[in-house]
Nanobody, 126 residues
Framework: QEQVVESGGGLVQAGGSLRLSCTVS????????MGWFRQAPGKEREGVSCISWTGDSTYYAESVKGRFTISRANSQRTLYLQMYNLSPEDTAMYYC???????????????????WGHGTQVTVSS
């Protein structure tokens, strides 16, 4: 049974940092591109970042470029999202997702992933 579990969310002041983690079980993690998505109340889901199975290709939403870094540790079946210089606009539920085998497609941000986690809340106060 595939499981995706996020952790690391919380309350932080504007300008602060957080690191989200996501552990995956029930599938061979190194085979899959992985992604982070977020959804704020009243807003559509947004693809935040995607990383290929080897980690050599990464993609970011324009809104987070230069502030967020996605990475992965295949031996530990873990995905990370390091977030710097957070702003209240980053407040959302953040979801880890098993995107697809191999690479992030050009439509990764809008395609339905293979499997979602339950999310971790990130709240940034002004």
């Amino acid at each position: 049974q595939e499981q995706v579990v996020e952790s690391g969310g919380g309350l932080v002041q504007a300008g602060g940092s957080l690191r989200l983690s996501c552990t995956v079980s029930g599938l061979f993690f190194p085979d899959y591109a992985m992604g982070w998505f977020r959804q704020a109340p009243g807003k559509e889901r947004e693809g935040v970042s995607c990383i290929s199975w080897t980690g050599d290709s990464t993609y970011y939403a324009e809104s987070v470029k230069g502030r967020f870094t996605i990475s992965r540790a295949n031996s530990q079946r873990t995905l990370y999202l390091q977030m710097y210089n957070l702003s209240p606009e980053d407040t959302a539920m953040y979801y880890c997702a098993v995107v697809a085998r191999g690479y992030c497609s050009s439509s990764w941000a809008t395609s339905e992933p293979r499997h979602w986690g339950h999310g971790t809340q990130v709240t940034v106060s002004s």
